[in-house]
């Protein structure tokens, strides 16, 4: 089993968040055990968007902790990409600890991409 994580802080004039990805490689499966985290304190409810889910705010909703940061794991197919975002109270953020970013006609912006 390989484990990944990756962690970062942003802090701009609207909001600061820290953010981290963690994957978790499974021996038996082709399967990635992908963790999202963000510190969003002040945040009511946070939900996973992507290519994965549809872009489906319902689909993959984060559960917050006691410490403000909302988690939620996903597995994912390996040797794959996948965009997606955070939806933060209704603002769409991307994930400053992403592996790379890709343009999105539709959105009119970057779109966060992890890879497995």
């Known amino acids: 089993m390989k484990f990944f994580f990756k962690f970062v802080s942003t802090n701009n004039t609207q909001n600061s968040f820290i953010m981290a990805i ?3 490689y499974l021996k038996t499966k ?8 963000i510190l969003a304190e002040d945040a009511k ?3 996973l968007v992507g290519s ?4 489906n705010e319902k689909a993959t909703p984060l559960k917050k902790l006691k410490s403000g ?7 994912l197919d390996k040797d ?7 939806l933060v109270d209704g603002t769409y953020v991307n994930d400053d600890a992403a592996d790379s970013y890709q343009w ?13």
Do not use: H, I, M, R
């Open 22 to 24: 963690a994957k978790q």
């Open 30 to 37: 082709p399967v990635c055990k992908v963790t999202f985290s």
């Open 45 to 47: 409810k946070v939900s």
């Open 52 to 55: 994965f889910n549809e872009w």
């Open 69 to 75: 940061l909302f988690k939620g794991t996903v597995d």
């Open 80 to 86: 794959s990409a996948y965009e997606f975002k955070y």
């Open 104 to 116: 999105n006609d539709f959105a009119g912006a970057d779109n966060s991409v992890v890879s497995v």
